[in-house]
């Protein structure tokens, strides 16, 4: 699976934003498909993954949705109530395989190219 993604800027505390990633390739339905981030100084971290249902950092949970359209070959991260700490690259992933409730960092088999999210205060 190759994906692109796309979205994210810049946004105050509080409001939203919307990441987007397109995916080519046949199998797209049979993977996992996650979002990532990494903020700077820190190590890529898990943010949330849909199968057949989401799973959410805990981070995250309540105000991210992770959503995906096998028919489009697209997966999406709606993001609310956005916080300074949200501010990060945002990485989309494929993964064949879910350990416990999220997708770890070595079972990724295809990363996005990242995109930019920055929350100001």
């Known amino acids: 699976v190759q994906l692109q993604a796309s979205g994210g800027g810049l946004a105050q505390t509080g409001n939203s934003l919307r990441l987007s990633c397109a995916a080519s390739g046949r199998t797209f339905a049979t993977y996992f498909m996650a979002w990532f981030r990494q903020a700077p100084g820190k190590e890529r971290e898990f943010v949330a993954a849909?199968?057949?249902?989401?799973l959410y950092s805990d981070s995250v949970k309540g105000r991210f949705i992770i959503a995906r359209d096998n028919a489009k070959n697209t997966v999406t991260l709606q993001m609310f109530s956005l916080k300074p700490e949200d501010t990060g690259i945002y990485y989309c992933?494929?993964?064949?395989?879910?350990?416990?409730?999220?997708?770890?960092?070595?079972?990724?088999?295809?990363w996005g190219q990242g995109t930019l999210v920055t929350v100001s205060s």
């Open positions: 992933a494929s993964s064949p395989i879910i350990r416990g409730r999220e997708v770890l960092r070595d079972d990724v088999d295809s």
């Open positions: 849909i199968g057949r249902s989401p």
